[in-house]
């Protein structure tokens, strides 16, 4: 008798939670309950300045965006681009507010080429350039950084 009502109770169980739920055929979002997210795009083209060094010399360093402009400072980021020597352009999704944004460029070139192009110190030095965007609703803001 035991077994019978342990398995009774086990399919019953199995048939409640193997059941999907009903669909609506008047909803015209498929049965998804999530709300269309309300989001414009950030487009950064990050272009490396020219200099007398070669392409290769000057590398793409870092692309940050931040809510607020103490919180880049601080380096708390919403999104960090995985950046790219070959890749130009970079597409953030965000909601619509304004936004901070920092890029930076490295020289890599030898011996005193770097501070000779302008970036201080020799090996290893680094530029910014940083600013602010506003997101709109369904609209692309565009952005070029301009390093100094």
């Known amino acids: 008798m035991t077994r019978s009502i342990l398995f009774s109770l086990l399919a019953g169980l199995f048939l409640f939670f193997s059941c999907d739920d009903p669909v609506d055929p008047n909803n015209n979002n498929n049965g998804n309950t999530d709300t269309p997210k309300i989001v414009g795009t950030l ?3 990050f272009r490396v300045p020219g200099s007398y060094l070669p392409p290769n010399r000057v590398l793409r360093a870092d692309l940050s965006i931040a809510k607020t402009a103490e919180e880049l400072y601080k380096g708390h980021f919403l999104d960090v681009a995985n950046v790219y020597n070959s890749k130009l352009v970079y597409q953030f999704e965000l909601a619509p507010g304004t936004y901070y944004y920092q890029a930076g460029i490295v020289c890599v070139a030898k011996g005193d080429s770097c501070s000779a192009a302008g970036f201080p110190g020799e090996v ?3 530029k910014w350039a940083i600013g602010n965007a506003i997101i709109k609703e ?5 952005i070029i950084p301009q390093f100094r």
């Open 138 to 142: 369904k609209e692309t803001t565009r």
């Open 43 to 45: 487009e950064i083209e």
């Open 124 to 126: 290893g030095g680094s």
